[in-house]
Nanobody
Framework: QVQLVESGGGLVQAGGSLRLSCAAS????????MGWFRQAPGKEREFVAA????????HYADSVNGRFTISRDNAKNTVYLQMNSLKPEDTAVYYC????????????????WGQGTQVTVSS
């Protein structure tokens, strides 16, 4: 069982940056691949980024590739999402998620979810 708590969301102007954090409970954090997803109003939840258990490999949605960076610190049981060059279309609730073993880029692959943190980008 893993419990996830996101933080770091807020209001930012277009072109700005935010760093999201997701703190995980438990002693087996390094056994989980982690992902970030987002959901805008009236839209389905979509994949943003994922990272392997060790942190050596990452994968991004085309819409954020080159602007967002996912990373993790297994000693702190935390995964991060650094978001740069933010655009209004990045506005959404951002969720972190965990799954055993290798990462995946679809919602149904993940077993544990946080409660989400709101990111709003003004134009």
């Amino acid at each position: 069982q893993v419990q996830l708590v996101e933080s770091g969301g807020g209001l930012v102007q277009a072109g700005g940056s935010l760093r999201l954090s997701c703190a995980a409970s438990g002693r087996t954090f390094s056994s989980y691949a982690m992902g970030w997803f987002r959901q805008a109003p009236g839209k389905e939840r979509e994949f943003v980024a994922a990272i392997t258990m060790s942190g050596r490999n990452t994968h991004y949605a085309d819409s954020v590739n080159g602007r967002f960076t996912i990373s993790r610190d297994n000693a702190k049981n935390t995964v991060y999402l650094q978001m740069n060059s933010l655009k209004p279309e990045d506005t959404a609730v951002y969720y972190c998620a965990a799954r055993r073993n290798y990462y995946a880029d679809y919602v149904g692959a993940y077993d544990y979810w946080g409660q989400g943190t709101q990111v709003t980008v003004s134009s």
